[in-house]
């Protein structure tokens, strides 16, 4: 089993606030992304990192943010949540080069009411 | 644009049943094409990887095969049990810089007793 943490599980929100999802892995990736997927939908990647200090922006449009600034450690913001960010958000890491398996973590489902 | 389609989108088995799950793909260049488990509300879990010189490929219960000729793949699995439930996605990684993966849309599969 993968070590990758991601807190919180589950979140509901009203409209308008901030919130931070958080992912951690303990396998020392310097690779992470940031997906959405919605119920019954294919993953598509909206951030990701090649190490500290590297952040891109992936496929599908995103209003959230990250930042890397720890090896294990990368966050997801949204400054102001609203009902269209309702989804659920799974985080991934793998070592550069190789195969680059990536290992997910068990994802955080987002409701924004 | 890259795309990977798969067929069928949901699939109902009886316990013990096999199935075989498809995958058409067009990424370019190819660099490799996995099949993923995902348990509902889960993250993705690897179960096979395949390079474009591997024609097929084992896991326990599950066997990928792969035709970089045609840009197909199958998944097929062997005497299939309930805790095979889940939604099995199929992901092929373009050769170039950053291996970005495109994802497609799984197929959900259910085993009934």
């Known amino acids: 089993e993968a070590d990758i943490y991601q807190t919180p599980r589950y979140l509901v929100i009203g409209t308008g606030k901030k919130i931070t999802l958080e992912c951690s892995q303990t396998m020392g990736h310097d690779k992470m992304y940031w997906y959405q997927q919605d119920p019954g939908m294919e993953l598509h990647l909206i951030h990701y990192?090649?190490?500290?200090?590297?952040?891109e922006k992936g496929d599908l449009s995103s209003e959230s943010t990250v930042s890397r600034i720890r090896t294990e450690h990368f966050p997801l913001t949204l400054e102001s949540a609203r009902p269209s960010h309702t989804s659920q958000y799974l985080c991934?890491?793998?070592?550069?080069?190789?195969?680059?398996?990536?290992?997910f973590g068990p994802g955080t489902r987002l409701l924004v009411l | 644009k890259n795309q990977v389609e798969q067929s069928p989108q949901s699939l109902i088995i009886l316990e013990g049943k096999n199935c075989t799950l498809q995958c058409n793909y067009t990424v370019s260049p190819f660099s490799n094409l996995r099949w993923y488990k995902q348990d509902t509300g889960r993250g993705p879990v690897s179960l096979t990887i395949?390079?474009?010189?591997?024609n097929t490929k084992s896991n326990g219960r599950y066997t990928a095969t792969l035709d970089a000729d045609t840009k197909q793949s199958s998944l097929h699995i062997t005497a299939s049990q309930l805790s095979d439930s889940a939604s099995y996605i199929c992901?092929?990684?373009?050769?170039?810089?950053?291996?970005?993966?495109?994802f497609g849309g799984g197929t959900r599969l259910m085993v009934k007793p």
């Open positions: 395949m390079t474009f010189s591997e």
């Open positions: 992901v092929v990684s373009a050769g170039n810089a950053g291996n970005m993966l495109t």
């Open positions: 990192s090649y190490g500290v200090n590297s952040t």
């Open positions: 991934a890491s793998s070592f550069r080069g190789g195969e680059e398996t990536q290992y």
